[in-house]
């Protein structure tokens, strides 16, 4: 019976395989094919266009040579550097097969469709040499998944069996072939993937349920949503029993029970699982998982998430309450998770036609992916909010990073979701230049608009004969109720939104016929979700920030070093930085439209320095190369003293601290070890009172930079009460400390810096390897922060 309902599914079309396909339960929509919908004058297509050159730029087979040596084949080309000869080889490749799937469906363009069926002959004769469906670029992959067969696991949070995420690594293969397949008919890809799937059943087929738990503590994508996917192809339930294995319990138990126990995890690392949820979901009709994904979503969305659409600091969730960190790291919201959250979106709203869903994919789209990508080319990983902070572009030869994954894919699927229909009705979601051709229905359209730059957007119909169907506009949040207008043939008609916040125009259509809406815009503030004293300023759904210097961009192009991705140029005191000042509870009522500079305005009368008062906010999509300032404080005019000294005692002290600092890691966290090549073992990772550590009954070590040989001393956190530990603490194999914990030093996290020694000094030693190593019968106490000070 569920087999014949997939089978059923996949009879309807193409289309059904990419968006909610389903048995048991019935999608509201369907989002049409990218192909039917074409982008139009706009930053959009402008930012299409950019990524397309960039694809394009990239050299298929150095991208390719990780899947050629894994595969022993022999290839003519050198893999890239960066993150792609350092552990996770071949990721970009998966990317790559998405990202060109991506911009054949939106553009048509015949160099990229040759470049697709490059990538997937050369894939398809990895595949056939591997002799067992098996494709990737790990390295070792060989004897790595010969050890996961036979239930050998030994998983940490970022690494499996000592490599780095293979899982997500091949991932990002089975999703590239999903999107070839769904996106381009490429019944090659559905071959490959079918293939690849069938390997990952019978390398698991002698594993307990127990242990794929276990394994899947290491990150691993969305691997349960393409075993969904797959299931779908295919029409066999096999798929999903598989991707429902694949589904992270840690994560998904607490959903299912509407708890929130994101804080401090790697938020990255949950979004893709959670997608996958949703689509078993799908699949399988289990409203249970639903559920359990609507509560994520509501949570991210509505108390981890800042204005421009993003969350995270150093890629983990800050407490829902305390967003001081984020406010305080170069390492903001990461381009990877707006991407994925964006996904999530698509899939709920699909599901359920609000208007909420497509609110936030509408704030995401504008301020946080579009602004991700450098007119010129080149990718965001982190989006600081720190106040004067900068952000950081890739270069298509040498970064590699996930977010140059992601950002390949993001700016050539803008029209996947301007449009959705019903069986007899057409939704208008989102005001992007655009044509649009609804071919079963024999129904094409084309909106013309400059939006956000004009308060409007007309619709001209093209149909094959007069037809009678509903169009449905989405009544945005940022339109005030009863101030949103429609005319149809410049006749007003009368709109009522519905319950999901849509406009239904009913009536029998005709070629020519011109809809036309208009949208007043209004500025308004918005806070950080903690509710502490920062601002952002929005007009309608456009965040606004403002350039103040272009003062040390230092890596504003990055190299290919494995931190390359972070804007490490000098940070500025928050104290010095523009401070808001009023007694109006309605800050935006105090911004003021700048004569002859669309979409431009001013703050001076709230600004307190004089200094500052000549900065003007634009659309935040539109600052780059720049320092900039999104989040604004504020204050009172009575607590202006109060909070002066406050920010000044802060930051007085951490000013202090990275005048001093080296170098410096977060242990614990995902990225930031494997930044800083860390090696362990009988070691494990935790959070206590909100901070990350790592502790171990063995070893691990972190490689830390001394590029200019000024390091003098080390500095380890932990916690005083801690007991019983007992540890040796070594640089470069030279023993700096030995640590007996009796828990006298207190309630307290204590920093304790030790002085390098002469041998270490006099090395002149460019990297510098800490090690933490128990004594025996004893354990290494969590270590929480290393720092390098001169």
């Not at 080309?77 to 060109?100: F, M, V």
């Not at 030790?754 to 004893?778: M, R, T, W």
């Amino acid at each position: 019976m569920m087999r014949n309902s997939i089978t059923n599914t996949i009879r309807l079309g193409l289309v059904l395989v990419s968006t909610a396909a389903v048995y048991g339960q019935s999608a509201q929509l369907q989002s049409f094919p990218l192909s039917s919908v074409r982008l139009l004058e706009s930053p959009f297509k402008a930012a299409q266009e950019t990524d397309m050159k960039y694809i394009l730029s990239l050299d298929a087979d150095r991208l390719l040579a990780p899947y050629f040596r894994e595969a022993g084949l022999e290839s003519n080309s050198k893999s890239y550097g960066n993150w792609e000869n350092t552990g996770l080889d071949g990721h970009i490749g998966g990317h790559y097969l998405s990202a060109l799937s991506d911009m054949y469906a939106a553009t048509g363009n015949e160099q990229i469709k040759a470049r697709l069926d490059y990538m997937l002959n050369a894939l398809e004769k990895c595949q056939q040499k591997n002799g067992n469906g098996y494709i990737g670029g790990v390295p070792g992959s060989k004897a790595l998944w010969e050890e996961i067969a036979k239930g050998k696991i030994d998983a940490g949070s970022f690494s499996l069996n000592k490599k780095w995420v293979p899982w997500y690594n091949i991932h990002k293969v089975y999703a590239g072939l999903v999107d070839a397949y769904t996106l381009t008919g490429n019944e090659k890809a559905k071959k490959m993937l079918i293939q690849l799937s069938d390997w990952c059943l019978n390398l698991t087929a002698k594993l307990s349920n127990d242990q794929i738990q276990q394994m899947l503590r290491s990150e691993h994508g969305g691997m349960n949503e393409v075993f969904a996917d797959v299931a779908v192809i295919t029409g066999d339930k096999k798929y999903l029993t598989l991707a429902q294995k694949f589904s992270h319990k840690t994560i998904l138990d607490p959903l299912l029970k509407n708890t929130d126990a994101l804080n401090g995890i790697h938020a990255n690392t949950q979004i893709p699982k959670v997608i996958g949820f949703m689509r078993v979901a799908e699949v399988g009709g289990d409203a249970k998982w639903a559920d359990a994904t609507n509560f994520f979503w509501n949570t991210v969305v509505n108390n981890r998430t800042i204005s421009i659409g993003g969350n995270s600091v150093r890629e983990h969730f800050n407490p829902a309450t305390d967003f001081s960190s984020m406010l305080e790291s170069r390492e903001g919201p990461e381009t990877c998770n707006s991407y994925n959250m964006l996904k999530l979106s698509k899939h709920l709203f699909l599901a359920d036609p609000s208007s909420k869903y497509m609110d936030y994919y509408e704030r995401t789209t504008y301020n946080h992916i579009l602004s991700s990508q450098h007119p010129d080319g080149g990718f965001v990983y982190f989006t600081p909010i720190r106040p004067r902070h900068y952000r950081v572009y890739s270069e298509p030869q040498q970064s590699f990073w996930c977010c140059v994954g992601s950002g390949l894919e993001n700016h050539g699927k803008y029209g996947e979701l301007i449009y959705a229909h019903d069986k007899q009705n057409l939704y208008v979601n989102l005001f992007i230049p655009s044509t649009l051709n609804w071919k079963e229905k024999g129904i094409s359209l084309t909106q013309n608009t400059k939006f956000p730059f004009e308060e409007q957007s007309s619709i001209m119909l093209t149909l094959k004969k007069p037809r009678q169907f509903g169009i449905k506009f989405r009544y945005p949040s940022w339109v005030e109720d009863g101030k949103m207008k429609i005319t149809v043939n410049n006749k007003e008609i009368s709109i009522t939104k519905d319950l999901n916040s849509y406009v239904s125009i009913e009536r029998k259509w005709k070629t020519g016929d011109v809809i036309s809406v208009i949208l007043p815009m209004q500025n308004k503030t918005e806070q950080l979700p903690d509710k502490s004293a920062w601002v952002s300023f929005l007009h309608g759904p456009i965040v606004l920030a403002a350039v103040t210097d272009t003062t040390d961009l230092k890596g504003l192009r990055a190299d290919d070093s494995r931190m390359g991705h972070i804007a490490n140029g000098p940070i500025y005191p928050i104290e010095d930085a523009p401070l808001l000042v009023s007694n109006n509870t309605d800050l935006a009522a105090s911004l003021k439209a700048v004569a002859n500079k669309p979409f431009t305005f001013s703050a001076s009368d709230l600004i307190y320095q004089e200094k500052h008062k000549n900065l003007l906010l634009v659309p935040f999509f539109q600052i780059h190369d720049a320092r900039y300032m999104l989040y604004w404080p504020f204050t009172t005019k009575e607590k202006l003293p109060e909070i002066q000294r406050a920010m000044k005692e802060r930051e007085e002290a951490q000013m202090k601290l990275e005048v001093l600092t080296v170098d410096v890691l977060t242990a614990g966290e995902q990225q930031p070890e494997s930044d800083h090549n860390f090696k362990g073992e009988k070691t494990d990772t935790g959070i206590f009172k909100e901070r990350h550590y790592r502790n171990g009954q063995g070893f691990f070590s972190y490689d830390l930079k001394n590029s200019l040989l000024e390091a003098r001393k080390l500095r380890i956190t932990y916690f005083g009460a801690d007991k019983n530990k007992n540890f040796d603490v070594y640089v470069n194999d030279v023993l700096v400390a030995s640590m007996n914990m009796d828990g006298f030093e207190g309630n307290k996290f204590i920093d304790k810096t030790i002085e390098l020694p002469a041998a270490i000094l006099n090395g002149k030693h460019k990297i510098l390897q800490v090690q933490f190593k128990a004594k025996p019968n004893s354990a290494i106490t969590g270590i929480y922060e290393v720092r390098l000070l001169k």
